[in-house]
């Protein structure tokens, strides 16, 4: 199991491409296209696309002028079922040890990584495609 504030280049490359398909509304965009967009190797993100087209997240559109598209509409693609189909399910210990107790009785940090992790899965969990998609455009600037 991996902590919830991990987030992988798989993932990040994931969340991003979805956001990117939902702003560009009734079209598909390439492998090439995204990877672009991303700064990213194609290959890579030709993988992580699968991945997501067999989870059901997008559709593949094979020969020239193919590419991916959403599966569903924004609105039904929470970001905790992209972030576990890569990072696995999530946990909310928050300890660095990987430990439910810390062998003192009490976190070292004050309890601060477990409530950062709960407030980021519950994010997560509430957060769907939509609401995120407004940011894509600032996020790809940096």
Known sequence: MNGPLKISEATSLALHSLALLAGVKGRQLSAKELAGM??????????????MHKKGLVNSFRGPGGGFALALPPERIMLIDVYEEFEGPVTTTGCLLDQNVCAGGACLLGGVLGDISRK???YLKQTNLSEINSGIGGCLND
């Open 120 to 122: 980021f899965v519950n």
């Open 38 to 51: 991303l700064a990213a190797s194609e290959a890579h993100l030709s993988k992580i696309m699968q991945r």
